[in-house]
């Protein structure tokens, strides 16, 4: 498209759907409705701090083509593109394990869709632009802390090759929002923001439970019949959707739940807060909150301060939550199938698409090829080992992977020493790990692969570079002071998270002794 093409949005999903007759935006329970309209708040000194140059080109949408100026004020919300036509949706969702009503989009404010270089449909959604009917208690900002963790995530979970929302742009409002991080009684005024995240569809798990809880079949059939149009085509075997497609459809979100919760594993990505409302029904990474990269491999960790109590959505119990997640999900789309053996199959389906799939990865990680009897003792016998001495998970398969496996191995090799957090193990953990690397060592010679290809073949599933806690957390401190190398610095290394980056070995290193307690680095608050 020529660079003086006009940026036009569609609202394909506001000319399809049922929205709110009440045009003002107040909060309330908003009944048989998809969305609300609602316009946001103007940001006169917003500012660009970053974008996403990979993503501004799919769309055709970059500063470059706006101009830095009025690129900051659109993606603060403060200009409107033409076309555009600004909605919150309506959802509710399952928190923490119990109904919860109504929630909807409370910050978030779609501006319209856009079709990118491979003709795919993109909604443009500004998060912290301002109150919407949804908005329940709060005020519908977001602080840059927040932000800038989503934008960067986003763009390195994409880069990492998992299915996520996208994020285009890291806007600073100019203004100040007032957040008591700690929810200690002690608020203070930081810097606010808003990030344009992008995605096909941000429809959640929740968009379908908030008809079936209110009793809605006629809106439920609407919103599935349009999602499976739009998003699910290939399932459509007529015009219209039968009971068959829907089960069909069922069965795809479960297979995509599964294949994301095999891919948060592999990478050690811990999303935080697994509520139905952060389930995306395209399978995508959605609502960066506070979620956590794994360092030392824990899977009791959960980086969300609320959760540390049931650490319902820790690590190793991510794959479980999805599928009690998915249960929920089944319960609401009930009424348009009318029979629970179609969905108690896609569940069954889910169980083993995980198990297969996890084995997979594991194998793919160990630089394994041909499956084995005895694979899964060997996994469980590795996060064993990871057990008795605390080990970075992302430096470990790393170091695996540069390993050169010929004689029997009698010592820990000195590359896998660095990716542990205390000095040499003692036995029996020391022990333990040899008698595994032995017992892989003779795996890997089975296959008879040439080290290099082993090595090769490694690297391009264990990324080097994750957003670790702590990195991001900097280049939050510095951002707040108007420093934007870090952010810029990150941003960059993480589009290529499996190539080793010339100069970027601080950004491979274990988490410094300085991070294990603090804020940010180990744990997170929900306030954002
Ligand atoms: P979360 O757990 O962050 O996904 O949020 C749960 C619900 O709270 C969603 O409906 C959000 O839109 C809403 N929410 C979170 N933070 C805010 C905020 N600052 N203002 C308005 N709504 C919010
Ligand atoms: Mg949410």
Redesign the pocket.
């Known amino acids: 498209m020529h660079s003086s093409t006009p940026i036009q949005l569609d609202n394909d999903f506001i000319r399809q759907l049922p929205g709110d007759p009440e045009l003002r935006n107040f909060r309330r329970q908003v009944g048989l409705a998809c969305w609300s309209q609602v316009e946001p708040l103007q940001f006169p000194n917003a500012k660009l701090l970053a974008w996403s140059r990979p993503l501004a080109q799919q769309l055709r949408v970059s500063p470059d083509l706006l101009g830095a100026a009025r690129f900051a004020r659109v993606f603060s919300g403060s200009e409107l593109l033409p076309g555009s036509r600004p909605y919150a949706l309506c959802y509710g969702g399952h928190?923490f394990g119990n109904w919860a009503g109504q929630?909807?989009?409370?910050?978030?404010i779609n501006l319209g869709e856009v079709r990118d270089v491979n003709g795919q449909h993109q909604i443009l959604q500004l998060k912290g632009a301002g109150?919407t009917p949804?908005?329940?208690t709060?005020?519908?900002?977001?602080v840059l802390r927040s932000s800038l963790r989503e934008y960067l995530c986003s763009e390195a979970m994409h880069h990492l090759g998992i299915p996520t929302t996208r994020a285009l742009s890291l806007v600073a409002t100019g203004d100040t929002v007032v957040r008591d991080m700690f929810y200690d009684g002690n608020p203070r005024a930081e810097p606010g923001a808003v990030v344009c995240r992008v995605a096909p569809s941000f429809l959640r798990f929740g968009s379908y439970e908030i008809f079936s809880s209110r009793n809605e079949p006629a809106l439920l059939k609407q919103l599935a019949d349009y999602t499976i149009a739009r998003d699910f085509p290939q399932l459509l075997t007529a015009n219209t959707p039968d009971v068959a497609s829907y089960a069909a459809w069922f069965d795809a979100i479960c297979q995509r739940t599964a294949g994301l919760m095999v891919e948060w594993m592999r990478v050690g990505f811990v999303h935080g807060?697994m509520?139905t409302?952060?389930m995306s029904i395209l399978g995508l990474t959605i609502?960066y909150?506070p979620y956590g990269w794994i360092e030392p491999y824990d899977p009791h960790w959960t980086p969300n301060t609320t959760d540390a109590q049931g650490r319902r959505y820790r690590f190793g119990q991510q794959p479980q939550v999805a599928l009690w997640n998915l249960v929920q999900l089944a319960n609401a789309l009930f009424p348009l199938i009318g029979d629970v053996k179609p969905l108690e199959a896609a569940l069954d389906r889910y169980r083993d698409a995980y198990e297969q799939g996890w084995l997979t990865m594991m194998r793919n990680k160990l630089g394994l090829v041909l499956p084995h009897g005895d694979d899964q003792q060997l996994m469980e016998a590795l996060l064993h080992c990871f057990t008795l001495v605390e080990t970075d998970m992302t430096l470990f398969f790393r170091a695996l992977a540069d390993l050169v496996l010929a004689d029997e191995i009698t010592v820990i090799p000195a590359g896998l020493q660095a990716c542990w957090y205390d000095a040499a193990p003692a036995l029996p953990a020391g022990q333990a790990l040899l008698d595994w690397l032995n017992r892989y060592r003779t795996r890997v010679l089975q296959e008879d692969r040439p080290q290099s290809q082993r090595q090769t073949a490694m690297q391009q599933v264990n990324p080097l570079y994750v957003l670790r806690n702590w990195l991001a957390q900097q280049a939050i401190d510095e951002a707040e002071q108007g420093e934007l190398g870090k952010l810029h610095e990150l941003e960059e290394v993480l589009q290529q998270p499996y190539h080793q980056q010339a100069g970027k070995d601080h950004l491979a290193q274990k988490r410094p002794e300085w991070a294990r307690q603090r804020a940010g680095c180990s744990m997170l608050s929900?306030s954002?």
């Open positions: 928190q929630l909807g989009d409370g910050r978030a109150p949804y908005s329940r709060a005020d519908g900002l977001a807060v509520n409302d952060n609502d909150g929900c954002s």
